[in-house]
């Protein structure tokens, strides 16, 4: 199964709110999930089953479908959420990831 | 607290051969799908393989069938990933990663170790 991000990459400034697209190539039900990479660091889980936030994740990030498309949004981005985010789809094996989205703050 | 450290990275030649291990602490391992994902030098990630709790089943990306191994010692809370006929698209920092909830492994990914980086060349 295919995953694509979009956009590759986006700047955005402090407070505002932007939206991460991941689409995958065949059906996944809900079986999506995101993980933020900040530079230099280790990947940590986000959000799980498309819309469920990890332990510990501000409230501002939420996760989405919409048909075959699937969102991360973060309101009232932060400095701190600079980072490169991925999706991943877990419905069936091989197990794939998207290629990211790049996230940085103007 | 969950701990998972990686081991047994290193630079080796084409063809040649890498053990991986991954130790693990602060939680009940057998419990546990255990997976590995890697992400080349300044690459996305890429999931690699997977194992269940037990050991019976396993997973593995195309681009590794037939080359790596995915095994684990649940006496030792360890889980490795033998690979070998090694390339040089297979340079990549190693990540060790606990599959949430435990099984199966078509979960996702709730810790992970610090990497270890393996070298092809």
């Known amino acids: 199964i295919r995953m694509t991000q979009s956009p590759s990459s986006l700047s955005a400034s402090v407070g505002e709110r932007v939206t991460l697209t991941c689409r995958a190539s065949?059906?996944?039900?809900?079986?999506l999930q995101w993980y933020q990479q900040k530079p230099g660091k280790v990947p940590t889980l986000l959000i799980f089953d498309t819309s469920n936030l990890a332990t510990g994740v501000p409230s501002r990030f939420s996760g989405s479908r919409s048909g075959p498309e699937f969102s991360l949004s973060i309101t009232n981005v932060q400095p701190e959420d600079v980072a490169t985010y991925f999706c991943?789809?877990?419905?069936?094996?091989?197990?794939?990831f998207g290629g990211g989205t790049k996230v940085e703050i103007k | 607290d969950v701990g998972l450290v990686e081991s047994g990275g290193g630079l080796v030649q084409p063809g040649g051969s890498l053990r991986l291990s991954c130790a693990a602490s602060g939680f009940t391992f057998n419990k546990y799908a255990m997976t590995w994902v890697r992400q080349a030098p300044g690459k996305g990630l890429e999931w690699v393989s997977a194992?269940?709790?037990?050991?019976?089943?396993?997973g593995y990306a195309d681009s590794v069938k037939g080359r790596f191994t995915i095994s684990r010692d649940n006496s030792k809370n360890t889980v490795f990933l033998q690979m070998n006929t090694l390339g040089t698209e297979d340079t990549a920092v190693y990540y060790c990663?606990?599959?949430?909830?435990?099984?199966?492994?078509?979960?996702?990914?709730?810790?992970w170790g610090q990497g270890t980086q393996v070298t092809v060349s």
């Open positions: 194992i269940d709790e037990t050991g019976d089943a396993s």
């Open positions: 991943q789809q877990t419905y069936s094996s091989p197990l794939t």
């Open positions: 065949q059906i996944i039900d809900t079986d």
């Open positions: 990663a606990r599959v949430k909830d435990g099984i199966p492994w078509e979960r996702p990914l709730d810790n």
